[in-house]
């Protein structure tokens, strides 16, 4: 069954999601901590570690979209009628998020405008993908291979919580990658930020977890009876253990130590979202298979991906390597 090609394709889909949300999380994450550093030369060093990379990292969400809208089209067409205001919400906010990328470096009468813009389409991008993820882990209903539910389901308690928890980890990968990427008085910040939106990262993500069993008496029996228990115990240990690597690293003054372990909490969570939702595409009713298109359409669109998804990585890797190291004030890429 795993190597059915509806299986193959959920995995390079769950593999694009993954990449778009640890790239482009440190990026939107830079964005979330602008209003909280004054001055503007401290703001352009913080703009300048993300301009080389933020419009490549995005690649990897118009990969998950568009093989979403491919390959699993009955998905997509049950997911979007059920996610429209916090999918809109986010392509507004990624789109004032570009221009001001671009308008706040030849302007000064209108700068302050464009910082609003990048930290305002930071902040809402942030928080509708928080609340989409939300609404689709608390469900969405569907009859005869059709949305059926109301305009507004995705608003919940829940929803609003897991959009709060990804604004302040987007923003943790926002300050360790400012660790790891300034000097001075950005980089002393940006360390005092980790402390405090790591706190806050795990106590979000323990409040999310309490509750997701709780929203299908599924994911409650998978979450606590074996062999998928086994999960529920050794996800929230790595967690642990990445926070301890996190925290000690902030302490012994590591710049490195401390983005690579908030990455890694990013992965475990996503594992646990996964572990979760299988064999579902759109839970509780569309599995994998059920949501696939034919046969024929998979493997056409395979060979596609095979040719494109490692161009992908070798730009991707590339442009990290040419632009690897600290960014100092009066350098970057504008």
């Given amino acids: 069954m795993f190597l059915e090609l509806s299986f193959i394709w959920a995995g390079l889909i769950a593999f694009a999601v993954l990449a778009y949300v640890i790239l482009d999380g440190f990026d939107l994450g830079v ?30 969400l118009v990969l998950g979209g568009g093989g979403l809208f491919a390959v699993f089209p009955l998905a997509y067409a049950t997911i979007m009628p059920a996610l429209y205001a916090p999918i809109i919400a986010m392509l507004l906010g990624l789109i004032f998020r570009g221009v001001a990328f671009e308008f706040r470096w030849r302007t000064k009468r209108g700068k302050f405008l464009w910082d609003w813009a990048f930290a305002g389409g930071s902040m809402i991008a942030t928080f509708a993908q928080g609340v989409a993820l939300g609404a689709l882990v608390q469900g969405i209903h569907i009859e005869n291979r059709a949305y059926a539910g109301g305009w507004w389901d995705w608003l919940t308690p829940f929803s609003i919580l897991t959009g709060l928890a990804l604004l302040v980890g987007y923003a943790l990968l926002g300050a360790t990658w400012l660790v790891m990427k300034t000097e001075g008085e950005v980089h002393d910040r940006a360390r005092g930020f980790a402390w405090l939106t790591g706190v806050g990262t795990l106590v979000l993500i323990g409040a999310v977890s309490l509750w997701t069993p709780f929203q299908h008496e599924v994911y409650l029996h998978r979450w606590f009876a074996m062999p998928t228990a086994a999960f529920s115990i050794l996800v929230p240990l790595l967690v642990a253990l990445c926070a301890w690597n996190l925290f000690t690293g902030l302490k012994a003054g590591h710049d490195r130590r401390p983005f690579l372990s908030a990455l890694a909490i990013f992965v475990l969570c996503f594992v646990g979202i996964g572990v979760s939702f299988y064999p579902w595409m759109v839970p509780p009713s569309l599995t994998i298979a059920d949501a696939a ?7 056409f669109l395979l060979v596609g991906s095979v040719v494109l998804i490692p161009i992908i990585l070798a730009y991707t890797a590339y442009a990290y390597w040419v632009f690897r190291g600290k960014v100092r004030e009066g350098e970057g890429y504008h």
């Fill in 31 to 60: 964005g979330i901590l602008f209003p909280f550093v004054k001055g503007e030369r401290q703001r352009d060093l913080m703009m300048n570690t993300v301009a080389p990379v933020w419009d490549g990292n995005e690649t990897w």
């Fill in 293 to 299: 298109a034919p046969d024929a359409s998979l493997s």
